[in-house]
């Protein structure tokens, strides 16, 4: 239990209060999230390789199709 604590106390800030944005990845198994301008990425499990393809981009707090 004192692990899951100690992981929540780490990481809250990229859930709490943030904006779902998991629709501009291309991906299922990455969550990302979105906090003023922060941008948080979740990886699910160990990415495949060395890069994160968008579908879209966000540009003044709206979305924009890249």
Known sequence: MKLIVRWHRTFK????????????????????TRKGNDLYL?????????????????RDGGYADV
């Open 13 to 32: 800030e990229s859930f709490h209060q943030a904006e779902s944005v998991s629709d501009l990845l291309q991906y299922n198994d990455i969550l990302a």
């Open 42 to 58: 979740h990886f699910l499990v160990d990415p495949k390789g060395p890069g994160v393809v968008w579908k879209k981009t966000i």
